[in-house]
């Protein structure tokens, strides 16, 4: 298995709820990252997580909530969204020695109503 | 600062055609260097890499990428395009913290028929 999955592909949600994105790889990577992309403009990093611990937080804002149930899985907990948070969320995985490059998922599709 | 130039925001070649996107990059050390090409909607997927070694790097698709490290380029090229090569294209760096990779602004490639 060469994949990242994400899920779900698309998500609508309102400013005043909860939702939670998943992202899952077999690959045995043990660095994982979620990036955010605008249209038209490069990902952005979010966090990375090496060996399951948070390594960094690009000053996300707390209403972006990451965990890293285990190796495999990663999740990000949305809450109270604005809808400038409106994006293409990815995630990638990689070995933590990193040079081999990232393996990206498809994105879920966010929309902030 | 670390920093990946991409100077192209749009080209448009015909089909059969050859191709180069630029790619500068700013970083002190040896970098590792990485073009990945995006569809719309999609995630990112990985061309090539370069670490070390040979300065010409082939990729994935019949994409090749040269390292110039006097001209600090990593330009990508094809000699011959097929119109389902149209995507936007993103040359990267690995920075020196904790696997964070650094994106050019990207390069949206058209192919004419």
């Known amino acids: 298995d060469t994949e990242v999955t994400q899920t779900p592909k698309h998500l609508v949600m309102g400013m005043t709820n909860k939702k939670s994105l998943k992202c899952e790889q077999h690959m045995g990577h043990r660095a994982m990252y979620w990036y955010k992309q605008k249209a038209k403009k490069p990902p952005e990093l979010m966090f990375v997580y090496s060996y399951e611990k948070l390594s960094i937080n690009e000053s996300v804002p707390s209403r972006f909530s990451p965990e890293c149930p285990n190796s495999s899985l990663l999740n990000l907990h949305l809450h109270a969204l604005q809808p400038e948070d409106s994006a293409l969320y990815l995630c990638a995985s990689s070995q933590p020695q990193q040079n081999y490059g990232y393996t990206f998922g498809s994105g879920t599709r966010l929309t902030v109503v | 600062a670390q920093s990946v130039t991409q100077p192209d925001i749009h080209i448009t070649v015909s089909e059969g055609a050859s191709l180069e996107l630029r790619c500068n990059y700013s970083?002190?050390?040896?970098?590792?260097l990485f073009w990945y090409v995006q569809s719309p909607g999609q995630g990112l997927q990985l061309l090539l890499k370069?670490?070390?070694?040979?300065?010409l790097v082939q990729g994935i698709k019949g994409f090749e990428a040269e390292f110039k490290r006097s001209q600090s380029s990593f330009n990508l090229r094809k000699p011959s395009v097929h119109w389902s090569d149209a995507a936007e294209y993103f040359c990267a760096v690995l920075g020196n913290q904790g696997g964070k990779l650094i994106f050019g602004q990207g390069t949206e490639l058209s192919v004419k028929p």
């Open positions: 370069y670490f070390s070694g040979d300065t």
């Open positions: 970083y002190g050390a040896t970098p590792y």
